[in-house]
DNA sequence: TGATGCTAACTTTTT
DNA sequence: GTTAGCATCA
């Protein structure tokens, strides 16, 4: 036997070595299924299977990139750089990149990402005269991308009877023509978005027959990973090229399927055998990662969900320790309890930075971790939110690049036409954009006739301008490479020279940023062919790259030792051996749009299922009795999901920051005993905006001033907590951190009360809840 | 026409 | 608490 097949356990080694027909691998948490999968692509190579007929198909790029990397490892060679790896995305734009001339549209076409495409509807609704408040542009895209991911063309969106009536009843009846006038528009801009990657994809291949062909013949052996998120479209396509040779090998975990909002269906993993009969299923059960304690949880957890595969998860690492429950009274509190425990665990238990990992459900919630971990000087890394590919200035560069590789790209030319600022203003761009409309030619079309739109004088001729600058990039495209196009735009558009006057901190930051995309370009014009057959080192590959690119793609710095904060989402497939699940309330986790649907419940906890399967050897489960959200103060109450943790898993005598607060503590005991029922509705009255319209910048400069001159107060040796219901407005009284203040308003409800309070001497005015905070009556 | 300051909306999750 | 988009002023 081949060494790399001895690694493995016997039920990865019978998924590896399985050579032809469909197989499907239901693979646990942790059981090794990248290993699996890298292995049987090198075990094919091996037996001769050409890596220019197997295809390899992941959610994320750096997935893909890892997976390269470990079958070169497995072969000695580097023959796998000939293998068809990636993204559903980036394979199908690859592939569209050579055919879309089939199907109408330019093979350099732009690929939108959401904010593109969010623009451009909100333009199609303007123009409609409608309601951009009832007819929200993300509201719109979301509509969009959800029949898309269904397979569902505008025409077949008007006809559908069931959606019809939804669209009525929502009270936007006109949904429908905003998709198709959406999907004309993008075509004529050369445009496709994400989900059109896959929907013209699936167009390509059931209008053309050869292509079809051509590419069932080519991917002899298809492979892939966490099937339990592929879409409607997905699935199709995959069924589609997989038809001719059958080989279809799907990875997949029903218990980890997290994102069916982006249409993804868990009924394609659960009736793969039914659609491929005789598939060999093999299941992983072995974990590697965890711990017991870790796994019995989880195990308990997913156990709660109705729809799944059964499977067991088991290991034989040991027992381990105890997950641990924190309870604090504030978000910031939490923030102050993760950075302390890790620089606690780092002494004592010499852990790295990087082997800590902060995992919430939303972006927003990374504030406090942000705020608490610089304080104590630990580095981290934030992954996800703002790509670099989505900074302004980055942006703005593209654009240009963009328009010169595709003009026909309306998006794109609008943001860059006047800038840096030319003398065409929104006027003069309204009247051409109507006129585009009118005899429906492009945006850039109609700029080579600026007098048909009624333009003369100064206008006319800054378009004329505009328009011959473009051009002259434009004739580069051809004899020069992508870096020097780039250059030269961006030197000729003063796009440089003007972030480079820029002398503030932030002026500088952006023109590092866009130095650093020229080197990029430069790096990747220089960078030999790593891809197969299809390279070419054009500019329109290169920007139809990067937009498929997300900021946790980026390269190399995996072994930087720092803390690393993510969504749970954006955790999938990683692992760490100290987590930090926060936030763990109800309205957040679970989030507060999915406590009305079994399903989206149910994915909720998977959702909990994976956060606690990232942990191989330390778990913390976290959560906050009120927080900040969008500005105001907000309880909320322990998520259910803690109550499905089975009790003699669950290390309490390490309480965090609440066991010192009595009244807080207690409240939570009867709490945390609810057992799995429905809850009665959290009392949350809104309440009313902090007062005050006018607001004096002298006065907050002058807070803000006294906020960083907080000196510690030292309580007084009487201090004892004084019941809230007694304090009224005016009063005088002692806290034990802000030292001693006067109320100046109290507000909310009998249970809710808010106290404005002003301390002098601890930062300025405070709002503090009474039923939480401690304060004794001193006048 | 451009810069500045204010309001409102925002939070699920991502290719 | 943040940010995008809008209105107002220079």
Redesign the pocket.
Same mark, same amino acid.
């Given at each position: 036997m081949q060494d790399y097949l001895k690694e493995l356990n016997e039920k990865q080694r019978e998924a590896a070595a399985h050579m032809d027909g469909p197989l499907m691998i239901v693979a646990g948490a942790g059981s090794g299924k990248t290993k699996v999968l890298t292995t049987r692509i090198a075990h094919l190579m091996k037996q001769g299977i050409d890596a220019f007929n197997i295809l390899a198909l992941t959610? @994320? !790029?750096k997935a893909a990139a890892e997976m390269k990397e470990r079958i070169e490892k497995i072969l000695g060679n580097n023959e796998a750089r000939n293998l068809y790896i990636g993204? #559903?995305? =980036?394979v199908f734009a690859r592939i569209l990149r050579a055919e879309a001339h089939k199907i109408g549209y330019p093979n350099s076409f732009t690929i939108y990402? =959401?904010d593109d495409a969010k623009?451009l509807l *909100?333009s199609v609704i303007n123009e409609n005269n409608l309601d951009? *408040?009832l007819y *929200?542009p993300?509201y719109v895209y979301g509509r969009i991308?959800a029949a898309k991911n269904n397979l569902m063309g505008p025409i077949e969106y008007m006809q559908d009877h069931f959606i019809q009536q939804e669209d009525a009843r929502s009270g936007r009846p006109l949904l429908g023509q905003l998709y198709a006038q959406y999907a004309a528009r993008c075509f004529r801009n050369g445009a496709m978005d994400?989900?059109d990657l896959l929907f013209k994809m699936y167009e390509l291949l059931v209008k053309h027959p050869d292509v079809l062909a051509k590419y069932q013949h080519k991917f002899r052996y298809i492979l892939i990973d966490e099937y339990q998120d592929t879409n409607i479209a997905q699935y199709q396509i995959i069924k589609m090229l997989g038809a001719v040779h059958e080989n279809i090998c799907v990875v997949g975990d029903d218990a980890q399927s997290?994102?069916s #909002?982006?249409g993804a269906t868990i009924e394609n993993i659960l009736k793969f055998q039914k659609d491929y009969e005789g598939a060999k299923v093999v299941k992983l059960e072995q974990n590697y990662r965890s711990t017991q304690n870790i796994l019995n949880v989880a195990n308990k957890v997913i156990g709660l969900n109705k729809n799944q595969i059964p499977k067991n998860l088991w290991t034989d690492n040991g027992e381990g320790e105890k997950l641990k429950l924190v309870r604090t009274l504030t978000d910031n509190d939490e923030g102050r309890f993760v950075a302390d425990a890790i620089a606690e665990q780092k002494l004592r238990n010499h852990y790295h930075n990087k082997d800590f990992a902060i995992l919430y459900?939303? !972006?927003?919630q990374s504030?406090s971790f942000e705020e608490s971990l610089r304080r104590l000087n630990i580095p981290y890394r934030i992954f996800?939110g703002l790509?670099f590919y989505q900074r302004k200035e980055i942006k703005d560069f593209v654009a240009y690049l963009r328009v010169v590789v595709n003009p026909q790209d309306e998006e794109a030319l609008k943001r860059i036409i !006047?800038y840096p600022?030319r /003398?065409i203003? *929104? @006027?003069?761009m309204e009247r051409v954009i109507i006129v585009a409309n009118e005899q429906n030619i492009t945006f850039w079309d109609a700029l080579q006739q600026p007098q048909l739109a009624g333009l003369k004088g100064a206008?006319a001729a800054a378009i004329e301008q505009f328009v011959i600058m473009i051009r002259s990039f434009q004739a580069m495209l051809t004899k020069s490479d992508a870096y020097e196009v780039a250059f030269t735009v961006g030197k000729h558009t003063n796009l440089v020279k003007e972030l480079y006057n820029d002398k503030s901190v932030e002026g500088l930051a952006r023109y590092e940023n866009v130095q650093e995309l020229l080197n990029a370009i430069k790096e990747y014009t220089e960078t030999p062919d790593e891809e197969g057959e299809l390279t070419d080192k054009s500019l329109g590959t290169y920007l139809q790259n990067i937009t498929?690119l997300?900021?946790?793609?980026k390269n190399g710095d995996e072994d930087q030792d720092v803390v690393k904060l993510? @969504?749970i989402?954006?955790a999938k497939g990683l692992e760490f051996p100290c987590v930090f699940a926060v936030g763990l309330e109800e309205n957040i986790f679970p =989030?507060?749009?999915?406590l009305y649907d079994r399903e989206?419940l149910e $994915? $909720?906890r998977r959702?909990f299922y994976v956060v606690i399967t990232r942990a191989k050897h330390r778990l913390w489960l976290s959560f906050a009795n009120s927080r900040?959200?969008?500005?105001?103060l907000v309880q909320n109450e322990p998520s259910r999901f803690i109550d499905e943790v089975p009790q003699e898993y669950i290390d309490r005598s390490f309480a965090g920051l609440a066991g010192a607060r009595t009244g807080a503590v207690a409240r939570n005991a009867a709490a945390q005993q609810r057992t799995f029922t429905p809850r009665e509705k959290a009392p949350q009255q809104a309440r009313p905006a902090a007062s005050g /319209?006018t607001?004096d910048?002298a006065r907050v400069m002058a807070q803000k001033q006294a906020q960083a001159q907080i000196t510690t107060h030292v309580p007084s040796a009487n201090f004892t907590a004084s019941d809230p219901e007694d304090m009224e407005e005016g009063m005088r009284v002692e806290h034990q951190k802000f030292g001693i203040g006067t109320i100046k308003k109290l507000e909310g409800g009998a249970h809710n009360r808010i106290a404005t309070i002003s301390f002098p001497t601890g930062g300025g005015d405070k709002k503090i809840m009474l039923a939480y905070a401690k304060l004794m009556i001193l006048s």
């Open positions: 959610f @994320t !790029n993204t #559903f995305h =980036s990402d =959401s623009s *909100k951009d *408040k *929200k993300q991308s994400f989900d997290i994102y #909002f982006r459900r939303t !972006n927003a504030r996800g790509s !006047n600022v /003398g203003g *929104k @006027t003069s206008a498929l997300t900021d946790a793609d993510m @969504t989402h954006a =989030s507060a749009m999915s989206d $994915e $909720e959702l900040y959200r969008f500005g105001s /319209g607001s910048v």
